[in-house]
């Protein structure tokens, strides 16, 4: 449309202006309960397929034609509300065209009161299908990634490193025993929940990432939860973000919660102990059997093939001959069946029993050895001490620390066997210390407990005493500890377990 002179019109100029812009623009009229289109833009037909003469002719196919039913009241009340409180208006709603099938779009704009009572609606209607798609899979993305982190384990972490602010997951303070909610909490409040003994090598492992000494940040430790129980947790995570001078600005990661994996990994610690243990003692068992056994035996049936040639004045020194080895194997025999009863006794046979009374009765049972070798006892535990054991693995333990002491007595001084009781962090502990020959414990620490392993050349050794003994308080749940230096003496602490 141009003018007399050639001029183009404004008004021509603002519809070509107006078909430009993208999305539907058209102006509205409601008087009287109906509607009226006064104008509208080219791309009502790519918008809603229908032309600008249809959509002015007859408003209702866009209403009542495009709108999706389950749309459209809640499109009508929109614009009702905003035609009453004269408030812009914006909303989402769905349309279902003829070609394009379902599309999504947005109306935005504004009422304006006329003088005559009637109310102008000046809109913007824009497709905005990729984009709800878009959202559509985001909030999918969003869904299965709380999903899945529900059902895991883990939580995610986000480290500002520049205020040393730290965003926290619902999962991640579930761990924690806390609400299951999103925090933003100070670097500290992680650190004061870390355990004391685990800080250090968290501190390190932390520090060598920020460093750029390794590609990502992995750590193992136990923090406290807010019951105040410890939980075994594995950190990892990568600095996603540096600054212009390298310096790292942020670092995000997980935390999942391994503690059940961690109890698992101690309890088969704990069983290849006890397997490492019970393979001692068959190394042990075998020991006697392969060995000792085998000796006496082959022993036996040589004089017994010598007794059947030799001279009558030859038997009777043969005779004692089979008596030794006769008395050997009884003795090696007796060993063996005293370590396999220990081993296959019931453990929680105990009694309460007072200690300096049961030591009272190894020294009257020792009295002449003791006072063979001018040995003096000093004895250092109170009257009313009760330990929970088994009287006779008390009595034997007693008896073969005390034998000990004994024989392996100094010949450079008068002997000297101390007897001690106290607390050792709530555990009752005794103590037996000498000052005999002693023991080179950087020698034969590894072999001390041994079965047949001797450390002084005394011909009444056996090397079967210690062994018996740790085996024995073993079976009633304690520990032995020694500590030693050669001809100054010896000290073992019996560690007694109180716990059944």
């Given amino acids: 449309m141009h003018t007399q002179d050639g001029t183009e019109s404004a008004e021509a100029f603002y519809k070509k202006l107006l078909d430009e812009v993208p999305g539907l623009i058209f102006k509205a009229i409601f008087s009287d309960g109906k509607i ?67 599309r999504w779009l947005r109306i935005t704009g504004k009422p304006e009161k006329n003088n005559d009572g009637t109310v102008t609606f000046y809109s ?32 995610v972490w ?25 925090v933003t909490v100070p670097i500290s409040f992680w650190m004061s929940h870390i355990h004391p003994d685990d800080m250090e090598a968290y501190q390190n492992t932390r520090q060598k990432h920020l460093n750029k000494k390794t590609p990502y940040y992995e750590s193992v430790y136990r923090i406290v939860t807010d019951s105040g129980k410890y939980r075994w947790v594995l950190s990892r995570g990568k600095i996603i973000k540096y600054n212009a001078e390298g310096k790292p600005l ?11 994996i961690k109890e698992k990994e101690i309890q088969l610690g704990n069983t290849l102990n006890i397997i490492g243990d019970q393979n001692n003692r068959l190394s042990n068992f075998a020991h006697i ?12 049936k040589m004089l017994l093939d010598l007794l059947k040639n030799a001279e009558e004045s030859e038997r009777e020194e043969m005779l004692e001959h089979l008596e030794g080895i006769s008395d050997g194997l009884s003795i090696t025999i007796s060993h063996l069946k005293e370590l396999v009863e220990i081993q296959t006794e019931v453990k929680n046979v105990k009694e309460t029993l007072n200690l300096r009374h049961y030591l009272k009765n190894i020294l009257s049972i020792l009295h ?67 000052n005999g020959l002693g023991i080179d414990l950087k020698k034969h620490k590894n072999s001390l407990f041994g079965m047949y392993k001797t450390f002084h050349k005394n011909q009444n050794s056996r ?11 073993e079976a009633m749940g304690g520990r032995i500890e020694v500590t030693s230096e050669v001809n100054k003496g010896t000290t073992f602490k019996i560690y007694f377990d109180e716990k059944d």
Avoid at 55 to 69: H, S
Avoid at 159 to 182: C, H, P, T, W
Avoid at 250 to 260: E, N, Y
């Fill in 36 to 102: 009226s289109v006064e104008y509208c833009s080219e791309s009502v037909n790519e918008l809603l397929e229908i032309t600008a003469g249809e959509f002015k002719d007859n408003p209702d196919i866009f209403t009542y034609q495009r709108i999706v039913p389950k749309d459209r009241e809640l499109f009508l009340k929109k614009m009702e509300v905003s035609k009453k409180k004269q408030e812009r208006y914006h909303h989402e709603f769905r349309v279902k065209l003829p070609e394009k099938g379902l």
């Fill in 158 to 182: 986000d480290l500002n490193i520049v205020d040393d602010k730290v965003y926290f997951s619902a999962q991640l303070m579930k761990i924690l025993g806390r609400e299951e909610k999103e």
């Fill in 368 to 434: 002449n050895e003791i006072t063979k070798h001018g040995v003096t006892i000093e004895i250092n535990i109170p009257l009313d001490v009760t330990v929970s054991y088994n009287p006779a693995y008390l009595e034997s333990i007693l008896l073969n620390f005390t034998t000990n002491a004994i024989k392996y007595s100094s010949s450079e001084r008068k002997p000297v066997i101390s007897y001690d009781f106290g607390l050792e962090n709530d555990e009752k502990v005794l103590s037996i210390s000498d």
């Fill in 124 to 155: 913007r209607i824009s497709d905005i299908t990729d984009y709800k798609l878009q959202e559509q899979k985001m909030l999918l993305a969003d869904e299965r990634f709380e999903f899945a982190m529900k059902a895991s384990s883990e939580g």
């Fill in 289 to 300: 059997v392969s060995h000792n056994l085998r000796s006496h035996a082959s022993n036996l």
């Fill in 250 to 260: 942020r670092a995000v990661g997980t935390l999942r919660d391994i503690t059940q």
């Fill in 463 to 473: 090397g079967i005493g210690l062994f018996i003994t740790k085996n024995q308080v």
